[in-house]
């Protein structure tokens, strides 16, 4: 018979056996994120390039843990519908209705996630700021009267947001310029309209540098917008 000692001895050993491929193999997969048809793409500039405007430190946890959950979130969604990973992020939030009931709001969620946040960095540039040109220029004008009047309705859309969620410049299939919010992150794509600027003001996006200071940060923003890039959007959605 054992004892006293070398039971203790053995159970141990027993215990170890039995942890051991948990820790080894089990923590890992949980570390890895999922695989899928959606990818996170990297920032098109340097973590401080929007300095003093957006920080370097928001920008890291902004893309690379928020962004990054809403891509693994909608892999994992559209992973569990055969045929669904096959579909383009556009389709997939275009066609919402369509999307089993199953993973609606999951693709809801994330996939407007991922795509608010992919284009929000490309609306985004150290040489923004000022007005946009050309046809969206001329469009803004007639639309809201002036560029100063747009901004001010965005401005206005920007900060009446309760809580989490984005203010937007749209296109919808008439060809008419709006200005909207959407809750969360909704993205126009599911009302029928193109997204052309987006302010996203959920507060992971600015509270490190402006806690409560919303409008600052709006204020801000405008001073880093791309219009080239989103003047090269509005010339695509009319074509």
């Known amino acids: 018979m ?5 039971a203790l001895k053995t159970g141990a050993i027993g215990l170890v056996a039995m942890a051991a491929p948990f820790s080894a193999s089990t923590l890992q997969a949980q570390n890895q994120p999922p695989t899928g048809p959606f990818k996170l793409a990297p920032l098109p500039y340097p973590l401080d390039a929007l300095e003093p405007h957006i920080d370097a430190k928001t920008m890291e946890i902004h893309h690379g843990r928020h962004h990054a959950a809403y891509v693994n979130g909608l892999n ?22 369509q999307v089993p009931d199953q993973v609606r709001t999951a693709v809801r ?11 929000f960095w490309s609306m985004l ?13 001329s469009a803004l004008d007639t639309h809201f009267g002036s560029f100063d009047g747009f901004q001010d309705l965005l401005t206005k859309a920007a900060l009446g947001r309760f809580g989490s969620g984005w203010a937007w410049l749209t296109l919808d299939r008439s060809r008419k310029l709006t200005v909207e919010s959407t809750p969360n992150q909704d993205s126009p794509l599911s009302e029928g309209r193109t997204p052309l600027l987006g302010i996203d003001v959920w ?12 409008a600052d940060y709006v ?9 080239e890039f989103v003047q090269e959007r509005y010339r695509t959605a009319l074509a």
């Open 2 to 6: 054992m004892n006293r000692r070398q």
């Open 76 to 97: 994992q969604a559209v992973s569990q519908i055969p045929g669904l990973a096959q579909r383009s992020l556009e389709q997939l939030l275009s066609e919402l209705n």
């Open 109 to 119: 969620n994330h996939g407007g996630g991922h795509h608010n946040h992919t284009l």
């Open 125 to 137: 540039s150290r040489n923004g700021g000022g007005k946009p040109k050309g046809e969206l220029a």
């Open 203 to 214: 507060e992971h996006a600015y509270y490190l540098k402006y806690q409560n200071r919303r």
């Open 219 to 227: 204020t801000a923003f405008f001073k880093i917008v791309n219009w």
